[in-house]
């Protein structure tokens, strides 16, 4: 069976891209860079490698080639001249280009081998912050316009997840060197997003600290059982679709109730349900966090 994406229409070259579908006409009419085949009713269809070749035209024009300039190189000069920009100062631009056909194209090798070009001379937390969440980001966009498929964004989510895996692995042989408090991480009922959470359990493990990381979809009374074992505990959790925004009082309130058992514990939430919350109405045990970087920031202070 067949799993490659091969035909795109011009609004996936857009999103793809980021080149707005008129100027791809443009650049199409006046200077012949793309060969559209064209459906039965006039629609235009793009083939994969002109979606590569996009990708190589764009990292260029965005590094200051003029379109006409780019047009008049030969097919196969193009490549050779985005590995040089690339070795200069571009490779953000050029591993996000090759991630997303690797997800295009279930392409797990091509996923590891522009990771592991990445991880030369570079942190994990460097290639997060800077390659992996703007994927990330786009992925939202690429799946509402429906360029990619839930099958395309499972796969390169769980790609990126192996790779926290990996790397809180490694930190968590060690025992912890800070023991002040422990970090509980969990999900909360019928919330399966957890990229964020993950690579939060493995910023606080990289800072010393103790972390449970529970998972997924955790009802607030299972979470009682950690308050048998351990005193000063900081829940985090991270609220992408739920709670819903009509749920969010009555859920917060409920894990207040865990909270009065333990005087020391606290919960800290990240995620975009949070913008629903009041925050002056919030108990001084629970404190919101708008982003990943501004929670990271934070430890050693919470």
């Not at 590995?83 to 100062?89: P, R, S």
């Not at 989510?157 to 790397?167: A, G, R, W």
């Not at 969990?186 to 800072?207: D, K, M, S, V, W």
């Not at 009374?221 to 749920?247: C, G, H, M, W």
């Amino acid at each position: 069976m067949n799993n490659v994406k091969n035909s795109f229409s011009i609004r996936d070259m857009e999103n793809l891209s980021g080149i707005k579908a008129h100027t791809i006409r443009i650049w199409e009419k006046r200077y012949n860079l793309f060969d559209p085949e064209r459906t039965d009713t006039n629609i235009r269809t793009y083939s994969l490698a002109s979606l590569q070749k996009l990708l190589n035209v764009t990292l260029l024009y965005n590094n200051g080639y003029k379109i006409s300039k780019i047009a008049k190189l030969e097919d196969s000069k193009i490549p050779a001249l985005v590995k040089e920009i690339v070795a200069k100062n571009s490779e953000k631009s050029h591993a996000l280009n090759s991630l997303k056909l690797a997800m295009l194209n279930f392409d797990q090798s091509l996923f590891l081998k522009t990771y592991n070009n990445l991880m030369e001379g570079r942190t994990f937390t460097d290639i997060f912050n800077k390659v992996f969440i703007p994927l990330l980001n786009e992925l939202g966009l690429l799946w509402q316009t429906n360029t990619i498929s839930p099958a395309h964004e499972h796969f390169i989510s769980n790609l990126i997840k192996q790779k926290i895996y990996i790397h809180t692995e490694q930190l968590q042989i060690e025992e912890p060197t800070k023991k002040d408090k422990v970090y509980v991480l969990f999900l909360p009922e019928n919330e399966i997003h957890e990229i964020g959470l993950l690579y939060i359990n493995y910023q606080i493990a990289l800072r010393g600290y103790k972390t449970i990381y529970l998972g997924q979809t955790m009802p607030i009374e299972n979470l009682v059982d950690l308050l048998k074992y351990y005193n000063n505990i900081r829940f985090i959790s991270y609220f992408t679709v739920a709670p819903t925004q009509y749920d969010l009082n009555d859920y917060l309130n409920r894990f207040n109730e865990v909270l009065e058992m333990s005087p020391g514990s606290k919960l800290y939430v990240l995620g975009h349900q949070i913008q629903h919350i009041n925050k002056e109405g919030l108990p001084n045990t629970m404190k919101l966090f708008n982003s990943i970087e501004h929670f990271v920031e934070s430890l050693g202070t919470t």
